[in-house]
């Protein structure tokens, strides 16, 4: 087998990078030349070239980035919900919100918004298990104590 060659990580291109397509591509130059003159794959240097020629920019698009789900207000209000309610899971926290706001977020989500800002939801003392354990304590199996006793 071919050995498999080392992928670089994705990586922006800079506005000096831009303008080296740019020049080179003004200049004369196949987009595979230059391509490997900025050490750019041929289709990213195709792509700068034709938003160049189609709209006289270099620049990304403002907002092209990912939109927040919630307003910095809502980012406070959910991170005084677990102060003002100490005992509150984070299901609990999450049926809350869905009420409060008109935005829906799962309970991971939330929990992983408060763990940024060093906050946690209370963790349930006792979890429910379905082989035999409810709420942490045995159910339907003698104890070792009541067996002892009886012998």
């Not at 992928?7 to 080179?24: A, D, N, P, V, Y």
């Not at 698009?61 to 919900?81: F, I, P, Q």
């Not at 999450?94 to 946690?120: H, P």
């Amino acid at each position: 087998m071919p050995p498999r060659r080392n992928q670089k990580k994705f990586q922006q291109l800079t506005e000096f990078e831009r303008g080296s397509i740019i020049g080179l591509q003004e200049g004369g130059f196949y987009c595979h030349a230059t391509g490997a003159r900025v050490q750019r794959n041929s289709s990213t240097v195709m792509r700068v070239w034709k938003q160049w020629t189609d709209e006289n920019r270099t620049t990304r698009k403002t907002g092209s980035e990912r939109r927040k789900v919630t307003s910095a207000h809502d980012d406070r209000h959910l991170l005084c919900m677990p102060m003002n309610d100490r005992t509150a899971s984070s299901r609990q926290l999450t049926a809350r919100w869905s009420t409060a706001a008109a935005v829906l977020m799962s309970a991971s989500s939330i929990c992983r918004r408060l763990m940024r800002r060093g906050l946690r939801a209370r963790v349930p003392l006792y979890r429910r298990f379905i082989d035999g354990f409810i709420d942490g304590l045995p159910h339907g199996k003698p104890s070792i104590t009541a067996s002892a006793m009886v012998s």
